[in-house]
């Protein structure tokens, strides 16, 4: 159980166009997603954290408008990165926890396979 | 807010032999500490964890520690082998909030 899917696993872009990456909880209903960006040879960075039905949480120094996060069911997550650019070229992690606060809430995170994205 | 410090950031062992990766954390509010394992291009796999009501917790031929005084806890892998060989991620979270995660162990058992 606790399967977490990502949706491409790479992906190659012009630079200036958007790319959208799926994550999915194939087992579980997901109450809260986190996606992290992590670059060559560095740790996780937690960009964003979101909840089913509302509006994500951004971490500071990461740019809303142009890292969108959707979480519209309990199963799946999208990140959009809009007008892409060489820089933004990364692994994108996404991650699930299940559960709610009271009723079994458990913080363990779940991760996906990750999502290798190039901006030419 | 946490700070967590993984050592060492690279640690070779000859196949057979145990591994040991520290972690620090500076919350003492800090409750779940888990140790996740990611091999080259894929996402991180959780190996173990433990809560801060419980000292020590072992799967097989991996075992964490935790230290609440000294805010540490610590990974050991026995009896390491070949497909061990990748890089260890520490974290510590408190109640609800996200994982603060050290910079990584990369482990290299050699056969």
């Known amino acids: 159980g606790a399967v977490v899917s990502q949706h491409p696993s790479r992906v ?38 979101s909840n ?12 809303k408008d142009k890292f969108l996060i959707n ?28 559960g709610l606060p009271g009723v079994g809430f458990t913080n363990e995170q779940f991760f996906g396979p990750g999502t290798r994205l190039t901006v030419l | 807010g946490e700070n967590v410090e993984q050592h060492p950031s690279t640690l070779s062992v000859q196949e057979g032999d145990s591994a040991v990766i520290k972690c ?17 291009g894929k996402g991180p796999q959780l190996i173990i964890d433990i809560r801060s009501n419980v000292g020590e917790k072992k799967d097989q031929r991996i075992a964490v ?4 005084t000294a805010k540490h806890f610590s990974l050991h892998i026995t009896e390491t082998q070949p497909e061990d060989s990748a890089v ?6 408190r109640g609800y909030s996200t994982l603060t995660f050290g910079k990584g162990t990369m ?4 056969p």
């Not at chain 1, 089913?52 to 740019?63: D, F, I, L």
């Not at chain 1, 979480?71 to 299940?98: G, K, Q, W």
């Not at chain 2, 260890?88 to 979270?93: D, L, Q």
């Open chain 2, 88 to 93: 260890y991620f520490c974290a510590a979270s």
């Open chain 1, 52 to 63: 089913e039905g509302s509006k994500a949480t951004y971490e500071q120094g990461v740019e």
């Open chain 1, 12 to 49: 190659i872009c012009k630079s200036g166009t958007s790319v959208k990456i799926e994550c999915r909880s194939l087992d579980f209903q997901a109450t809260t997603m986190f996606w992290y960006r992590q670059f060559p040879k560095q740790s996780l960075m937690l960009m964003a954290t």
């Open chain 2, 107 to 110: 482990l290299l058992v050699s």
């Open chain 2, 24 to 40: 620090t954390y500076s919350d003492s509010a800090s409750n779940y500490f888990p140790w996740y394992k990611q091999e080259l």
């Open chain 2, 65 to 68: 520690t935790l230290n609440k």
């Open chain 1, 71 to 98: 979480h519209a069911s309990l199963t799946l997550s999208t990140l959009t990165v809009t007008s892409a650019h060489p820089e933004d070229s990364s692994f994108y992690i996404c991650s699930a926890s299940r």
